[in-house]
């Protein structure tokens, strides 16, 4: 069976958070060292898996409108972890994470032309401190607007 436009939006996001540099205004960002990009969720975070960026579909909103086409807006989460070395905040080691998840995501707005538009992400930030070590977290939100034609999410217009 083939792969449903959505699925095949997540894909692209994947690849896009796994290239090794991207180019923004003629400046080039390399990928932070031992990031790790998964579609699946982890147990709690083990210092060696850090850094990490989960990916995973929040929900999505379809227009509702019967024509031949169907605009929908596929809400993704990038759950970014990351643990903090000594002296260094959890929000500041976090950081050159939830760049590049923007950076990356951003480069290619049609994701290959998986997705007509994605809108600029919200985040929801936790820093906590477990014992000797600083862990952080955020989440990051893009919406994905695409089309499929109407009644097959397999089907791009």
């Known amino acids: 069976m083939a792969d449903s436009q959505r699925e095949l939006v997540l894909k692209a996001l994947v690849t896009a958070l796994e290239v090794v540099s991207v180019t923004k205004n003629l400046e080039a960002t390399t990928k932070p060292t031992d990031l790790v990009v998964h579609r699946h969720f982890t147990r709690s975070p083990n210092p060696k898996d850090l850094p990490d960026i989960t990916v995973f579909v929040a929900g999505e909103n379809p227009d509702g409108i019967a024509t031949d086409l169907n605009t929908r807006e596929l809400l993704v989460r990038m759950r ?76 791009a217009p």
Do not use: N, Y
Request: hydrophobic content about 45%; overall charge negative.
């Open 80 to 155: 970014c972890r990351v643990q903090a070395a000594e002296g260094i905040s959890g929000d500041e080691a976090l950081d050159p994470i939830l760049v590049w998840a923007e950076l990356a995501t951003m480069a290619d707005h049609t994701l290959a032309g998986a997705s007509a538009f994605i809108g600029s992400p919200d985040m929801d930030a936790i820093s906590s401190r477990e014992l000797a070590d600083t862990f952080a977290e955020a989440t990051l939100q893009f919406p994905v607007t695409f089309q499929t034609k109407w009644g097959d999410p397999r089907q």
